[in-house]
C-alpha cells in the first residue's frame, strides 16, 4: 500500500486528469440546485472518478448528518440497490477507515475478508480495491471505494494523487449539496414558524377571547352575535394561512419502510416493529410527511417513556391515508410534546389532513397521521 506523494513525473494523459476533473465537477456544482435526487448526484460523481481513472466500478459512502448513520448514496457499475439497508461505520470496512485516517488512497488486492463486511465480500471480484478519502477542511465526509481488474496492477503515483484529489472534489460537491439541503430546511422551518406565529397571535387569541366569554353564567344576545362574528372572523383568517402558496420542501428520497429500518437499527434497544400495512402503498406526496411524523413519534417514545413496544401500522382506507404509532410504557403526567410533531401538524394542514396525539389507552401514547386522499386506492 503506498502514499500520494511521487517525484515520478506525470504522462500527458495523466496531467489532464485533474483539469477535466475540476471542469466536470465545476459542472456539477453548478447543478447543485437543481433538486437532483441524492443517488442520481452521486452516482454521476462515481461515474466521472471511473470515467477520470482507470477504475471499473465505484460506490460513494457518505456520513449523513440527520440519519447520523453512514450509507451508500451512489454508485457506478454495481447496483445501488445492492447496499439498500445497510448501514456502515468506518470499522467495518477497514480500507476506508485507513483512507480516511492517514488521508491517503488505501489499495487492497489480497485478503478481502479482512477488509470488508461478510455481506459484501462476493461482490468483489478478483482485482485491486481501493478506498478514496472524501474529506476537506479538516472534516470527513465520506469515502469512494472503487476496483478494477487484477492485470491492471497497481497504481502507479501518478494514477493514485488522481484519484486522491477526485476524493478532494467529490468532498467539495458533497459539502455545497449539503449546504443547500440545510439552508432549504432553514428556510422549510423559518416558513412553518412564520404559519404557527400567524395562527397564534390571530386566530388563537380570537379563540381565547370567545371561550372566556362563553364562560360567563349567562350570555345576551348582543354577546352572542359578537362570539359568532369572532368564530367567523377567526375561521376567515386560517383559511387564508393555510391558503399560503406552499413552501417548497427539500427533496427527501428516504421511504418511510427505509426510515423504520433506520430507526430499528439505530436504537436496537426499542421494541420497535410494524404490526400491520406491510403492503399498504403510501402516496408519494404525503410520504415525506409520514416519514416525519413516524421519526418525530419515535424520537418522544424514547425520550417520554419506557416503552415495552412501540407499534406502528399503515393503514389505507378508501378517502384517507393513516398512520399510527402507538407506545406503551407512560407514567405519569406526559411532558408538553415537541416542536417535531407541532410541525408536522401545521405540515398536515397543507394536505388537507391532521396529526393527533395523545394518551391511548392506560400507559400508552398514540401519534396518528390521516391524510384524505383524492383518489381510492
Not at 449523513?64 to 453512514?70: A, W
Amino acid at each position: 500500500m503506498s502514499d500520494v506523494g511521487s517525484s515520478e513525473p506525470l504522462a500527458p494523459s495523466t496531467q489532464s486528469a485533474p483539469v477535466e476533473a475540476l471542469d466536470l465537477f465545476v459542472t456539477l456544482l453548478s447543478e447543485v440546485e437543481a433538486g437532483e435526487p441524492a443517488d442520481d448526484f452521486y452516482s454521476r460523481l462515481c461515474e466521472a472518478t471511473c470515467r477520470l481513472t482507470s477504475m471499473r466500478r465505484a460506490v460513494i459512502f457518505l456520513y449523513d448528518d440527520e440519519r447520523r448513520q453512514v450509507r451508500a448514496v451512489g454508485s457506478h457499475g454495481v447496483p445501488l440497490d445492492l447496499f439498500a439497508g445497510a448501514y456502515l461505520s468506518p470499522a467495518s470496512v477497514d480500507a476506508a477507515r485507513r483512507s480516511l485516517e492517514e488521508d491517503r488512497v488505501v489499495e487492497v488486492s489480497e485478503l478481502f475478508q479482512q477488509e470488508l463486511s461478510e455481506r459484501f465480500l462476493p461482490l468483489l471480484e478478483d482485482g485491486l480495491l481501493t478506498g478514496t478519502p472524501m474529506s476537506a477542511g479538516g472534516r470527513w465526509y465520506g469515502v469512494i471505494l472503487a476496483d478494477r481488474a487484477r492485470e491492471g496492477g497497481p497504481l502507479t503515483d501518478p494514477q493514485r494523487h488522481t484519484l486522491w484529489t477526485l476524493g478532494k472534489v467529490c468532498a467539495l460537491a458533497a459539502s455545497a449539496r449539503i449546504a443547500t439541503r440545510q439552508r432549504e430546511r432553514a428556510h422549510q422551518l423559518a416558513e412553518r414558524l412564520a404559519l404557527a406565529r400567524d395562527v397564534h397571535d390571530r386566530v388563537v387569541q380570537r379563540l381565547f377571547g370567545v371561550s372566556m366569554a362563553l364562560s360567563a353564567e349567562t350570555l345576551g344576545g348582543e354577546a352572542r352575535e359578537r362570539c359568532l362574528a369572532e368564530l367567523q372572523l377567526a375561521m376567515g383568517e386560517l383559511r387564508a394561512a393555510m391558503q399560503r402558496p406552499p413552501e417548497r420542501r427539500p427533496r427527501d428520497d428516504r421511504s418511510l419502510r427505509d426510515e423504520l429500518a433506520r430507526l430499528q437499527d439505530r436504537y436496537a434497544d426499542l421494541p420497535l416493529s410494524l404490526v400491520a400495512g406491510d403492503e399498504v402503498e403510501i402516496p408519494a406526496a404525503v410520504e415525506p410527511l409520514a416519514v416525519d411524523v413516524l421519526t418525530e413519534a419515535v424520537r418522544n417514545a424514547r425520550k417520554h417513556a419506557k416503552p415495552g413496544r412501540v407499534e406502528v401500522a399503515l393503514i389505507r382506507v378508501p378517502d384517507a391515508f393513516v398512520l399510527e404509532v402507538v407506545n406503551d410504557g407512560v407514567t405519569g403526567r406526559r411532558g408538553r410534546t415537541g416542536m417535531g410533531l407541532r410541525l408536522a401538524a401545521f405540515e398536515a394542514l397543507e394536505h388537507g389532513g391532521i396529526v393527533e396525539f395523545g394518551a391511548h389507552g392506560e400507559g400508552a401514547w398514540r401519534v396518528r397521521l390521516t391524510v384524505p386522499l383524492e383518489d381510492g386506492p
